[in-house]
């Protein structure tokens, strides 16, 4: 499940593809109620915190299954015009008054050239190391892991677990 932040809500709203995730069949979380083993159900119930006035223009972060926003966004790529070409390999990039990028795709060799290369492959980006850029992160202060709960999805609820616990050093 894929977490959308109020913040991003409104950006998708500006960008114009608020529609389409909407058309995608999943929730905005509208509250949080934190239970806990220390808390009777109405006790927890007490503390409710709405999300939907985090900000102005989002009814509250937008849950979606991964593979459902991914697929929506790659089918309004398409529609927009946008030639997509998945499980690419061997990227090789040449920056310079003549950029141009080559890959591999299935056994077939291709070789493009183009006025701008836009790197969007990731923290561990091969355009970015094959240009030499630095790269800009922030200190880990976070661990977070995934945990799937079969039957747990209704399209009501969503999960969000804080385990308590020491902080890395
Ligand atoms: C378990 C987990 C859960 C997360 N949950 C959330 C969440 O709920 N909400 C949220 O906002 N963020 C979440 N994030 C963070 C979010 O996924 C990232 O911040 C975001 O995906 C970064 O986007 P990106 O486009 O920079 O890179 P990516 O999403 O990593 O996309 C890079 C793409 O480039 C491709 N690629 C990389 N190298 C190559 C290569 N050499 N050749 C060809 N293709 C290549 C990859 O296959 C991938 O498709 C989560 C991250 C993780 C790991």
Redesign the pocket.
């Known amino acids: 499940?894929?977490?959308?932040?109020p913040w991003?809500v409104a950006a998708a709203k500006k960008l114009g593809i608020y529609n389409q995730l909407m058309a995608a069949r999943e929730h905005h979380v509208t509250r949080i109620i934190n239970y806990d083993e220390l808390l009777t159900h109405a006790q927890a119930e007490t503390g409710t915190l709405p999300l939907s006035h985090v900000h102005p223009k989002a009814a509250g972060p937008r849950?979606m299954q991964?593979v459902s926003m991914q697929n929506t966004l790659l089918q309004h790529a398409k529609a927009c015009g946008v030639k997509i070409t998945r499980g690419?390999?061997?990227?090789a990039v040449r920056a310079g008054a003549m950029p141009s990028v080559t890959?591999a795709h299935g056994r077939t060799s291709h070789a493009r050239r183009c006025r701008i290369v836009i790197g969007?492959?990731?923290?561990?980006?091969?355009?970015r190391r094959q240009l030499g850029l630095t790269l800009h992160e922030n200190e880990v202060d976070h661990l977070?892991?995934?945990l799937l709960i079969e039957g747990a999805h209704d399209g009501r609820n969503h999960v969000l677990h804080f385990p308590a616990g020491q902080t890395p050093n």
């Open positions: 499940m894929s977490y959308i932040a991003d849950c991964h690419v390999s061997d990227v890959y969007a492959d990731g923290r561990s980006s091969t355009v977070i892991s995934g």
